[in-house]
């Protein structure tokens, strides 16, 4: 079984500053992890997903996230927040063979202020 | 082209009623699954298909029936609805099991 935790269910960053959301997740098989965004009204865009590969993962929007296996984690980074960076940011988990579900997270609502 | 597409987009209803979502994807994709997102925005998933099969089927009232015509379409069809069934519904689809694209989502609202 999976499960996802996502620290914070608000995070307020100034235009500009570092954007890092967490998410810790809890798998009894390796996992495939998942960042998805949801504009306003919107469906969710996929930002950046790790299946195995490099374990530093390459996002749209220059967001990207690190999975880490001994901590369990797989936070999400941006350098710099941008007004349009604003959004619902859910984290993902699922097992890696076969047919398999998303499970997500709670959500976490990122909020710029200028 | 919208890739995966939902409709209606919104939906007002009567308790009691029963409606239909539908969902229509070009990406070519094998699989399709429908997820409820609550009032909280938490997503939870509910089926999925595989080439027109059931594959996963989530504790989900039987007043809920998934409908797959073909590999490109899957439709919800929700009868006797209820206040509790008020939230976003969103259609995905994936191809490789791993990437699953989503749709824009259906917006049910029973009063």
């Known amino acids: 079984a999976q499960s996802v935790t996502q620290l914070g269910s608000h995070v307020s960053v100034s235009e500009g500053a570092l954007v890092l959301l967490r998410c810790n997740y809890s798998?009894?098989?390796?996992?495939?992890l998942f960042w998805y965004v949801q504009y306003p009204n919107q469906g969710l865009q996929l930002l950046l997903k790790?299946?195995?590969?490099?374990?530093l993962v390459k996002g749209i929007n220059g967001f990207e996230a690190e999975f880490k296996k001994s901590e369990t984690s797989f936070h999400l980074t941006k350098p710099s927040a941008h007004m349009s960076d604003a959004a619902e940011y859910f984290c993902?988990?699922?097992?890696?063979?076969?047919?398999?579900?998303?499970?997500f997270g709670t959500g976490t609502r990122l909020l710029v202020s200028p | 082209d919208t890739a995966v597409s939902q409709t209606p987009k919104y939906l007002v209803t009567q308790m009691g009623n029963d409606k239909s979502i539908k969902c229509e994807q070009n990406?070519?994709?094998?699989?399709m699954y429908w997820y409820k997102q609550d009032s909280k925005k938490f997503l939870k998933i509910m089926f999925s298909?595989?080439?027109?099969?059931?594959?996963i089927n989530e504790t989900v009232p039987n007043r809920f029936s998934p409908k797959s015509p073909d590999k490109a379409h899957l439709n919800l069809h929700i009868n006797s609805l209820e206040l509790g069934d008020s939230a976003v519904y969103f259609c995905?689809?994936?191809?490789?099991?791993?990437?699953?694209?989503f749709g824009p989502g259906t917006r049910l609202l029973v009063l």
């Open positions: 798998s009894s098989v390796p996992p495939y």
């Open positions: 995905a689809s994936s191809q490789d099991l791993k990437t699953q694209y």
């Open positions: 990406l070519g994709h094998d699989t």
């Open positions: 790790y299946t195995s590969a490099a374990t």
């Open positions: 993902a988990v699922s097992g890696n063979t076969g047919f398999q579900k998303l499970v």
């Open positions: 298909y595989n080439n027109k099969e059931l594959i």
